[in-house]
């Protein structure tokens, strides 16, 4: 199976999203470096599906996935410099970590 087969369903709208995931991975493979990603939604539609196959099909595989809830981090702590300093600390045994965040 197809990382992208991960996704099931024919409708129109999954047709869609799967020719979004296939040109954004081939922008990946060959651009310098991958494009940020925003998945937006409602509660239960498929984000965290969505960024774990283009984490498992992009440049990047081979790489720890970091699934963060950032609903779940204060308002007043978030930010680029805390959230990376956040995700070193937790993570201090790969100091190369990309994070793929939605915030529902």
Do not use: W
């Amino acid at each position: 199976m197809t990382t992208l087969a991960e996704i099931i369903g024919d409708s129109a709208g999954i047709r869609r999203l799967r020719d979004q995931l296939e040109h954004i991975l081939k922008r990946a493979a060959t651009a310098r470096r991958p494009p940020s990603i925003l998945i937006r939604g409602e509660t239960g539609t498929g984000k965290g599906l969505v960024a774990r196959t283009i984490h498992r099909a992009g440049p990047r595989a081979a790489a720890p996935y970091v699934d963060l809830n950032c609903a779940a981090i204060p308002e007043n702590t978030v930010g680029v410099v805390t959230l990376t300093e956040r995700l070193r600390e937790t993570f201090l045994a790969a100091p190369s970590v990309h994070a793929i965040v939605a915030r529902e």
